[in-house]
DNA sequence: GGCTATGGTTGCGGCATGCAACGCACGCAG
DNA sequence: CTGCGTGCGTTGCATGCCGCAACCATAGCC
């Protein structure tokens, strides 16, 4: 399995969305990442079809984002946890989380909160320079070539 | 034009992919955040098809994420820009380039880099807390219903 | 008039998706 | 040992979206 529709080229942005563009990927991994685990949970949670949920099983598993594992011998079960990999992509959930709560909630409020366990309050996730420790923001940067540059 | 597939579900995750989800619509918002903002410009740097980059285009202008505006009267001639709504999808650009350059960057090194504007310095974003602006994790987090929450 | 540039729209064929049915391995009740 | 339920997918078919190429429309220039 492949799609190799955005892998060649020379852009994080496109190689991630090779990973996990298709809109299905991302609510798997939320579903993944809140406990909801095994197929026919997924599918109930999500009404996709069996199908495309087997696909993107085992595309996200052949990318190494979930891991299946069996969790019971004898009847043979298996059930899906996220990967190191995996997790990390769950920060971009957070991030989505963020834009959507903000844009897209309505005056219902966001449907679900996160408490952060290093201070045990209420927040959300906020973009930081990684050097100087201050926010920043796509209109806060330079955009120049790096070492990967296409040719 | 609606997709409403993922719209009407009580998640910030779903409703953000009701705007972005479809793959190419992240890679439009890259290319207009970084100057190429003409249809055929577009097309050219995409390899997109012109009828999928027309909806595209109509889509991302109907949800406010771009505006269209005249550059030029005559010949009427048009150019896409990025809203402030749309600005703020960049964000989650970003975090989508963080990850793919420490996943699929490989040993060329990433493609591009960030330059911060108020240290100067070559960096990346980072997830922090809004509330004690210490680092903030997928990981890190708890999960709690909020007031938008399903019934 | 002929040529090019910009910004799309249209028609067609094929791949992907949704939906429902089927397969199959196992455990359990009777 | 027969039948039923659960867990996990796989298969077949009809529909829909996509990629591709062609076409259209306006405007400027020679």
Redesign the interface.
């Known amino acids: 399995m492949q799609r190799t ?2 892998a060649d080229m ?10 996990i ?3 299905w990927s ?2 798997i991994l ?1 579903d993944v ?2 406990g909801i685990n095994r197929f026919d949970q997924l599918q109930d949670d999500l009404g996709i079809s069996r199908k495309v949920l087997a696909q993107r099983l085992a595309w996200l598993v052949e990318q190494d984002v979930l891991e299946r594992r069996q969790y019971t011998d004898r009847p043979p079960r298996h059930e899906y946890a996220l990967t190191v ?1 995996g ?20 005056q ?12 045990g ?30 040719p």
């Open positions: 529709q955005f020379a852009c994080s942005i496109a190689r991630t969305l090779d990973v563009g298709e809109p991302p609510l939320r990442y809140v990999k997790q990390e992509l769950c920060d971009l959930l957070l991030v989505m989380v963020g834009w959507g709560d903000r844009w897209t909630a309505g219902a409020g966001p449907p679900v909160l996160y408490r952060h366990h290093a201070c309050e209420i927040a959300h996730a906020e973009l930081h320079c990684s050097h100087c420790d201050r926010p920043m923001r796509a209109t806060d940067i330079d955009v120049l070539p790096g070492p990967g540059a296409a």
